[in-house]
Every structure is written in C-alpha cells, then in structure tokens.
C-alpha cells in the first residue's frame, strides 16, 4: 500500500467523536486484539476494518508507526482513539464512512492517507481454492502470489499463499517497513490459503511473508513462491509484476505447431546457457534482446531447428546453471525482463526456431528464504530426509503425494508454455524423482506402499504433466532427461506409459564418447559399445544428446575426449557428429561443440569464439552446419527416427576394421548408406552390399578439405553391381577415408 504525502497546508486531523459515540475496544472486549498486538492474528477482518453493529459503525485501523489517524466521513475527517493496544486506532459511528474506507495517519512529521485494505472484500473463489487442495488448479498462478487488479473500482495488489501450518502470516517491504505487525492477511480456512488485498500498491514493489508457525512460534521471512518477478540476485525480494505488456503475434507459428508430427520431423535441438553463449567485454551478459540479435540468426544458419534454454527460472546462484530454482514463475532477472523473454521467443518463432524450456521439478535448494520449510514446516518436501533431502546435490525433493505440491509443479509448466509460448519442457533429471532410492545407500530410503523402490506419487504426478501438456498446448513437446531402462518412458498415458514425447538416450551417448575415447588401436575390442544400442532403439523415442553434462567437471570438451594428434582430434570430432546426425533419433548438441570448442565448458564466460579464426575449428563448424541441413532436408535421416523399419544394419561385424555401414529410410521407401570408419587408415577398394542397382553418388564426406580432412573419398559416382554382397543383391567398391565418415545416396536419373 502506498500511503499518499498530504501537502503541508492540509488541515489537521479533526478532533475525536464525542466520547458517548465510542464503545468498549479494550482487549477484554475482543481478545482477538491480544492477538493482533502479539503478530499471531490470523483473522485480521474479525476486528480490524469497518464493522456493523446495529446502527453503529466501528472503524478499527493498525499502525504501530503511526502518532494520530483519522477516519474519511460524508462529514469530513473523523479523528481516532488510541485503542487498548499500542497503535491500534478505533472509533465508533453512527453512519457509515466512506467505502473503501480511507484512513490518515500521521507518522513522523508527514500526513499520509490510504484506503485500508480490511475494507476490501475477499475475492479467492471457493472453486480455485478446492481445485487447489484436490491437485488440479493448473493456473494457480492466478489465484495465488502477487496479482494487480482493481476491488471495487481501486487497483492494488492482491497477495495469497498457501501456508496451512501458519499460524500468522502477513506480507512485509517498503511500503510498511517490513514490519510483519501492520498487514496480516486473512486465513481461508482449511485451504491453508491466506489472503488479503492491498490498495494502491504499485508494479515493481519488493516484498516477502513474513511467516509464524503454529506449533513453535518460530517466525520466518519467505519469498513468494508463485512470485513472477524477483530483484536482481544476491537479494531475494519478490517483485509485484505488472501484467505482460507484450503483444503476441505468433499465431500463425502456434497453429503450424499443433499440426505438426514431431516424432516424423526434424528436431535438432541448440542446448544453450544464456549468460556464457557470448559476453559483452569485461564480462556483461547478453540480455535477453541482445541474444535474439545475435543468437536467432546464428542458430537459423546453423540449421537448427530448435533453441533449449538451460532453466532460466529465477535462481540465487550463477554456479548451479539455473538448476537449483528458487522461482519456478519467475524469469530470471539477470537477462531483463519476463517481456523481454516473451520479445526474444516471438522472435525465434519468426525465424522458424522453435523454444525449449529445461525445467527443474525434481528437486529444490535448501536456501531459508525460498521453499524449503516454508511454514515452518516441510510443505513442499517431505518431513522425512529418507524422503525429502536429495543426498547428492544437498537438495530437497517435493513431495509429490501433496496436492497442493501438485497444483503448484503443474501450474508452473503450465505458466511458461501459456504465458510465454515455449514450446515443450525439457524436464530434469526425471531418473532422480521416479526411484526412491536414488542415490541413497540401503537403509537410506523408504520403501513405497507394496514395498518397492518406485515412486508412486512422482509417476502419478508425470503422468498428469503429460496430460495436460499435449491436451491444452498442441504440438508442445515434453522430453524427459531419464537415465534408466524405466519402461515406456515416452509412451502414452493410456498405454501404461509416462507419457512424454521424447527421451535422452543416455546408453548411446555414454558408449558412443566411450568408444571415441579410446585409442583406435583398441577399438576394435570395444565394436560392440556401437552396435548395441540397436538392440532397445526403438523402444523408446530418443533424442541423442550430445549435452551440457558431458563438457563439465573435469570431463573435457568433446573435442578434448578425442584421442591422437591434433588431426586425429578433429577427425575424430567430426567422425562423432556425422554418426550422431546419421543414426536413429532426434538430436541434440550442447553450445560450443558445433565448432569444437577445446576447453571445457565454464559458465562464468563466453565460448571461445576466435577459434572460429582457426581453420581446423571453421572446418568443424561447416561440417556442423552441413549435417544439420542435410538431416533437415533428407527425409530418411528424420522421418522413420523411432521405428525399425527406418533403419538396417548392412554391416556391423567389421570390428577388425572398426568399420560399420547401414541404411536410413524414409516413410517412401529412399534412402541413404552411411559407412563410419573410426580407424586412421583410409578403406580403399571397401565393398559393401547395397539395396538398390544403379549409380550412387557421395553426398557427405567428413574428411573433406572444406571440413578440414584430407579429401580421401569418392569423387565420381560409384555404380552398384549385380554382385551379391552383405546379404544384398548389389554391392560396389568404395573409398572410406580415415576417421571419417561418407554418405551416400542413389543417383539421380
């Protein structure tokens, strides 16, 4: 609330009503007023406001900065009476002063007049508020936190939270002196939902709660949880969020989104950290404009078809990459504003860029002024550390057999793809919330209710995200960071499934860098660790992420993983990205890795961009933007990712040579031969078996010079032969050049 400064010739506060007109306010009369004095009230509208008895009207007001208020009448200015209470002021009279009641009051030396928020009417209907307790108010982003609207004709600001162990809650900042006695809110009851309405409080105002538990008397000063808006990190205050001003005009790319197959597409995803893709200088960040000037056009060129934005909820610390949120409503600040991020989407979309948001609902920090005990109490974890404390990363994990805990998660996936037009939801690290005893050694854990490792309430609660993603945001895309054999992780709902679109095929990027770390000398004892993911393809639908995990803490770039001299690094490189773009699965790569970036990755800067000045460096990049075109633009490298009739082995047994060759389809039947030699020695006269008679021709070579190669390959076409081969009716002799891969495909006629 603001309190309005009176001009000093304004007259002084009026006398007080004649003694017969005043009743009995001590708190005898009212021991809700011991309360009030006490900052334990938790029904402030029971004696403060204006009341009705008969034909008398009693006006109560709380201010303990306040020497002198008043009451605005028909009649003018009504002085108030101290009450039994230090700064409780009151009166009664016999008519009703204005409504919304207006209140002066003098502290200081300055006269300042407001509307008193107790004669404001509740307005949380009873359905969002039992819609919220049973777990299914998906935009409780509406209901609850700081929401500006108008009551009865004056706008403020209404505050709610859900705090049921509370015994006080009250919102503090600048507009009251982060005193917790002056504006208590009111408790709707068995909800746990508290609530009260502040008259002309305006957008950008910092504020907390101020919390008392009931059972200890403990007070704790919290951040909103469903604030939309908090002050630039190391501090901590919530933000009152003016309403989007942003205009959308991507309706067309929303439509063209709902009609769109992802799973028979294209989807080749640019994971990305905002605050070290670039810096400005001495270490500025990009805001959120300066990274669609630059970024969008970088990644349209590049051929990618999506953007993933590590989580850019709002978060304390730089270290944690966004991945220990504290606001899970919240864009971050360090970038602009929650506009700006609507400014920089729109215009990805414009550009044909899709945006995926990498959200965090699997575990929260242990900070005391965000979620953790946020009553007082465990709300959103669970009581139990053998349940709500993630033993790996010092976190607590929610509680996802609470309702409330539910609506929240839910309303927070919901709030980014309505309010903001993402995409899909990357969602973190899914392994970590589906096992109970994840990461915990025996004895560390609880057994669910039929004695087993799983977690019951988190499989429920995916499942419902799963269902409301694709129900009320066609075409969104959920893709699941899961690290197990979890079965039908990305199958439907009703099939038994989990329900998401995609998941990380974490086995095929372990054994591909595995295999590409060893020396190729002893790669042939180790054929398998390329081979074997065909066995469980097609049981899942994959993205192949090459991420930000893989290039952190010691484990090097993917340029830095490559064995041998500098050539070989780079044709090892190149070698890895061709046999990720050409196998089964959607894609995904980490920043930085489309142009060999040599050190690891570091969040504190940008990537090493100059390298791009070293031709071996440019080389990788071409061959990046190269692969990302041709995937896009060739039918049997996307359409047929998660089905086996999109994909044939020709030849996977040539471990002596370290050499495999397969087919990719497309839904029409054409296709294309892939053959990766992970040896330094060039296959000259290497006959494979082919499916179809006639001329191919070499369409991809990564030991190309363009690329940085050795231009070791096929120049001319290459006619098949009616010579059986490979359990093929055609074969031909080809040229395979050292750590490189080829493509081929049949000639046009």
């Known amino acids: 609330m603001i309190l309005r400064d009176i001009r000093p010739d304004n007259p002084p506060l009026a006398q007080s009503a004649p003694d017969a007109m005043r009743g009995a306010f001590g708190a005898g009369a009212n021991p809700q007023l011991a309360l009030l004095a006490d900052a334990r009230l938790h029904d402030p509208y029971a004696c403060l406001g204006v009341q009705r008895r008969k034909d008398i009207w009693s006006v109560r007001a709380f201010n303990p900065h306040a020497r002198a208020a008043a009451v605005a009448t028909a009649d003018g200015w009504i002085a108030l009476s101290r009450g039994a209470i230090a700064g409780l002021f009151e009166t009664e009279l016999g008519s009703c002063p204005a409504s919304p009641c207006r209140l002066r009051f003098e502290e200081g030396n300055a006269t300042r007049e407001c509307f008193d928020p107790y004669s404001f009417p509740l307005t949380l209907s ?100 469903y604030a939309q808006s908090f002050e630039l990190r190391p501090a901590t205050a ?186 899909g939801l990357r969602v973190d690290a899914v392994a970590s919330m589906l096992y109970l005893d994840y990461a915990r050694a025996a004895g560390e854990w609880l057994p669910n209710r039929y004695g087993g490792n799983e977690n019951l309430e988190a499989v429920e609660f995916l499942r419902e995200l799963n269902i409301m993603v694709h129900a009320e945001f066609p075409g969104s895309l959920s893709i699941a960071e899961e690290s197990t054999a979890w079965p039908m992780v990305s199958r439907p709902v009703y099939l038994g499934g989990l329900g998401f679109t995609l998941k990380w095929n974490m086995g095929w990027m372990h054994d591909t860098l595995d295999y590409l770390r060893l020396d190729p000398v002893h790669r042939r004892f180790h054929h398998d660790r390329l081979t074997f993911g065909q066995l469980y393809a097609y049981t899942e ?35 890895l990205l061709t046999c990720q773009m050409t196998s089964p699965g959607k894609k995904l790569n980490f920043m930085g890795s489309e142009f060999g970036q040599e050190r690891e990755w570091a969040a504190q800067s940008e990537l090493d961009w100059s390298l791009l000045g070293d031709a071996a460096h440019a080389g990788i990049a071409r061959l990046s933007r190269d692969l990302n075109r041709l995937y896009r633009d060739s039918p049997a490298l996307h359409e047929l990712d998660h089905a086996a009739e999109g994909f044939a082995w020709i030849d996977c047994h040539d471990a002596e040579q370290s050499v495999v060759c397969f087919e990719r389809r497309a839904r029409n039947g054409a296709g294309l031969i892939v053959i990766l030699n992970f040896t330094p020695v060039p296959r000259i006269g290497y006959r494979i078996g082919l499916p179809w008679p006639g001329d191919y021709e070499e369409i991809f070579n990564s030991d190309s010079h363009y690329y940085g190669g050795s231009d070791v390959g096929n120049c001319s076409r290459t006619q098949a032969e009616a010579r059986a081969w490979m359990n093929r009716a055609y074969s031909a002799s080809v040229t395979v050049p050292p750590l490189g891969a080829i493509i081929l495909a049949p000639a046009q006629r």
């Open 238 to 423: 919530a933000r009152v969020s003016q309403p989007a001003q942003h205009v959308w005009g991507d309706g067309d790319w929303i439509e063209q989104r709902a009609r769109t197959d992802w799973l028979h597409a294209p989807l080749n995803i640019y994971e990305v950290h905002a605050g070290s893709w670039r810096r400005h200088p001495y270490g500025r960040r990009y805001s959120y404009g300066e990274l669609a000037d630059a970024l969008i056009p970088y990644a349209a060129d590049m051929g990618y078809t999506h953007i993933e934005l590590m989580p850019i909820s709002e978060h304390p610390l730089d270290e944690s990459w966004g991945y220990q949120t504290t606001g899970y409503f919240a864009a971050t600040s360090r970038y602009g504003s929650a506009d700006d991020l609507r400014a920089f989407i729109e215009r990805c979309h414009a550009a044909g860029l899709g945006v995926i948001l990498d959200w965090v609902p699997g575990h929260f920090p242990q900070d005391q002024f965000a979620l953790a005990r946020f009553d007082g109490t465990a709300l959103y974890e669970h009581e139990d550390p053998r349940l709500g404390l993630h033993p790996e990363w010092g976190t607590h994990t929610f509680n996802y057999g609470r309702n409330e805990v539910k609506s929240f998660l839910l309303s927070s996936a919901h709030y980014w793809l309505s309010q903001f037009h993402f995409d």
């Open 541 to 575: 639908n994959f993205v192949l992420p090459l991420s930000h995990d893989e290039v952190v803490h010691g484990k090097s770039s993917l340029l830095g993983k490559m064995p041998g001299d500098a050539w070989q690094r780079f044709a090892n490189l190149r070698l």
């Open 126 to 225: 009873d359905d969002d508020l039992y819609l919220f307790g049973a777990g299914r108010l998906h935009q409780a982003y509406l209901t609850l936190g700081a929401r500006p609207m108008a009551i009865e004709g004056v706008p403020g600001v209404r505050f709610a939270v859900w705090a049921p162990n509370a015994e006080r809650v009250s919102v503090v900042g600048d507009f009251n002196g982060w005193d917790g006695r002056v504006h208590p809110l009111q408790s709707r009851g068995a909800s746990g939902v508290w609530e009260l309405f502040l008259p002309e409080l305006p957008a950008g105002t910092l504020y907390k709660y101020e919390i008392r538990n009931r059972a200890s008397g403990a007070v704790v000063v919290k951040a909103d949880p």
